[in-house]
């Protein structure tokens, strides 16, 4: 039921100014983010490279909000420790890239952080069925990972309304974020599809009126569309 879900903004890092990140992620804090999403790419499973534990280390005292790690990486296993030590409060793995998914969202719960998986476009809701419950969160890509900047993918959101229908049968269900192209144009059918966190770069660091004043504008309108649909 719409009314009753908390929508949080996770402002990705990804399209973030690298030289002035403390500042800028200091900035979508104080304008009202909820969680800061850092997209750490290998090259390999993307074909585009960012971030590893380092930096996540670096943002721990520069922000109070949680640090949510998206690994799009092939043996995620390797680093989930690492990210956990530096920080990371969720960590969210690829089911493409876990053969052992249940070990591997073990290995996360073990390190101290919040288990969270993720499922790119093409990949089927039925892939986690056996561990719904053994997670905090499932993230739907709406788009294919490894770029900021592209276009949603409308078939996504068909995937995120069956999660949601799925979802609404568990008592403590895992939250439902969404992973690209999420700006004005979508958001409505964003939230209308019962998404709960929504991933934005580009919407957030690309606007015109800068990262901060774009955090309370979304916040605004988000706000009114879960009163509208009440
Ligand atoms: C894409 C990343 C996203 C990216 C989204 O592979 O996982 O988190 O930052 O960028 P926008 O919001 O610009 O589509
Ligand atoms: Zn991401």
Known sequence: M???????IAPSILSADFARLGEQVRAVE???????????????????????????RALRPVTALPLHVHLMMEKPESLI???????????TVHVETCPHLHRTLQQIREAGAQPAVVLNPATPLSTLEEVLDQVALILVMTVN????????????????????????KMENPPHIEVDGGVNWDTLEEVLAAG??????????????EGPAEAVRS?????DAFMRRTD
């Open 145 to 168: 990972p490894g770029f900021g900047g592209q276009t949603l993918i409308p078939s996504a959101l068909d995937k995120v309304r069956r999660l949601r229908a799925l979802l609404d």
């Open 195 to 208: 998404a709960d966190v929504l991933v934005m770069g580009s919407a957030i660091f690309d606007a015109d």
């Open 30 to 56: 104080e304008a009202g983010a909820d969680v800061l999403h850092v997209d750490v790419m290998d090259g390999h499973f993307v074909p585009n490279l960012t971030v590893g534990p380092l930096v996540v």
């Open 218 to 222: 979304y916040r605004r309108a988000i």
């Open 81 to 91: 420790d690492a990210f956990a030590e530096a920080g990371a409060e969720q960590i």
């Open 2 to 8: 719409p009314h009753t879900r908390a929508v949080r």
